[in-house]
């Protein structure tokens, strides 16, 4: 045997679908033959889906209830599409490279999340996400353009390199909402797939699509999995020149993938809370609080007299009953759990201490108010402080909103996305919240390269790019953070690994080896591009075989060529001509769980095959295990 290729595109969002059906409902599958591998391969058996679901399920009618709009069919394929790009590192514009679990990526982030679904699906705890508004003015994405169709468009800054288009999104536009929806739904339908089954995602939107927004997340999270719909104050004072009503906040839309799971960590408690525990009778279990033990509409069997302790007779008031049965209040009276008053002659009401609260914090609540998380104006001039008081971005969130979204539904530990992520406020409020509460809270930001203005402030002052201010943003706040707690913050990552999106590292082979001459029947053996080197050839392969871009790397040199080691083994590599004994030897030493070479490493099969034969001795793989662990590229 010799060792396979490597499947270099991202997941198959179909695939996907049918794995998941698999799961809960093998009997409507069944084999077929595949007519140009001849194969067979699994599929859905419709009948049999149907007697399944029984009455469940409806064909398209006129009038059933769903939301749509032109170009959302084609938004769904698009979720279903692999992509065959790629995330190459940037070590030079990275901070800590070697030791940062951090990640900013650069790219259309349609295209970034699929390429992270097999290294981080089911992997992130908490998704905020500040999408454009569609106010006329703001960048849109429109996925299905391609970039040989125009070359204008590449002219004029329209698309970039890639192909990805980018315009504003004028009313003039005939389907101004219709491309909006198709843009957040594809993507919303992606990111789902990253979050973990207690995951919960945040959404900033204003008036203009809050409403489209919540329908399209009631369809793909759940109408039951909708946790709230928080109302941020973001402006304080009128703005006089309004026609109308002066706009003075936002919605924050917050989605869990599933809301059973999902669990609310609270608000931190305020000293001002706290003050309201106390201990007059020197309870052991510590400061209590007690809260009225009636309720209403009465329950008949809840209606009797207590004694209070000076002897005094108390019913419920009128209407109303006690929520303690006879013996559940018997018990908590035996367990001095009752609390009459300091003169034993007051209404009993049930002692509640602070020590046995189900969760640390306070419940939030759906207002938040711009004294409690700042606002607009005021994170403007925050970041504006960070640059030396220059003004290079408009609008930013403030990083005390994002923190209380990251500490309401993450644990200390977990890996928080944005992918719309602008200046990086939530890059900011995790290395803040970690610095606070001794977290090591991850992220992975994703922002489209979107140029900044030629007159403004920002392209002046050498910022020609939005990730370009936002990677300085990252590094100015780290540093300013540590600066603040140089004692508690010596261990803080505030570091980061920088890829950006970008073509196939491989060149496309479409012809038959007839059709070439002998000057290019090189590519056949050495298919890679000439601009690639070892590092994006090793991430490419990591984001194809699902293992995390955060994770530790070292590398080093046997018989004059390189070994690339990831976190201890978990993927070891070589990529260069002519591997000897030694670098297999080499390599097996490490105990790997996959190995890695480029097809151009072996100048015959048999070498090819001698090397798989080598390792599978040398790791006591089984010929299953070795197929699946040891792949080329």
Known sequence: MKPNKLELNSVDGTQLNLEALYQIAPSCFTEVKD????????????????????????????????????????ARREVARPTTKTLRPVVEDSVDWDNTQNLYIEGDNLEVLKLLQKSYMGKVKMIYIDPPYNTGNDFVYDDDFAASQDDYDLFAGNIDELGNRYRKNTETNGRFHSDWCSMMYSRLMVARSLLTEDGVIFISIDDNEQKNLKNICDEIYGSTNFLAQVIWERAFSPINLMKHFSPSHDYILVYAKNGENAVCNGIKRSEEANDRYSNPDNDPRGVWSSSDISVGPAIQENVYTITTPSGREVEPPAGRSWSLSRKAFRERLQDNRIWFGPDGNGVPRIKRFLSELRKTGVTPMTIWKHT??????????????????????????PVTLIQRCISLYSNKDSLILDFFSGSSTTAHAVMQLNAEDGGKRKYIMVQLPEETPEDSEARKAGYNTIPEIAKERIRRAGKKIKEESPLTTQNL???????????????????????????????????????????????????????????????????????????????????????????????ADKQPLRVLFRDSCFARDDAKINVFETLKQLLDWSEEEAIKNIKVI
């Open 35 to 74: 007519d140009k591998t001849g194969e067979l391969r699994r599929v859905v058996n419709f009948t049999a889906l149907r007697q399944l679901l029984g009455d469940n399920a409806v064909e398209d009618t006129d009038e059933m209830y769903q939301f749509t709009w032109p170009g959302k069919q084609e």
């Open 372 to 397: 409690e998380v700042d606002h607009s104006q005021g994170a403007t001039q925050k970041l504006a402080k960070l640059f030396d008081g220059k003004k290079y971005f408009d609008y930013p969130k």
């Open 493 to 587: 990552d505030t570091g980061f690994r920088v890829f950006r999106l970008a073509d196939s590292n491989f060149e496309e082979v479409k012809k038959a080896p007839e059709e070439y001459d002998q000057s290019q029947l090189d590519l056949f053996l050495n298919n890679v591009k000439s601009d690639r080197t070892d590092l994006d050839l090793l991430f490419g392969a990591m984001l194809s075989w699902g293992v995390q871009l955060s994770l530790p790397m070292t590398s080093e040199e046997v018989d004059g060529k390189m070994i690339y080691s990831v976190n201890d083994g978990d993927l070891v590599a070589c990529f260069a001509d002519d591997i000897t004994e030694n670098i297999v030897k080499a390599m």
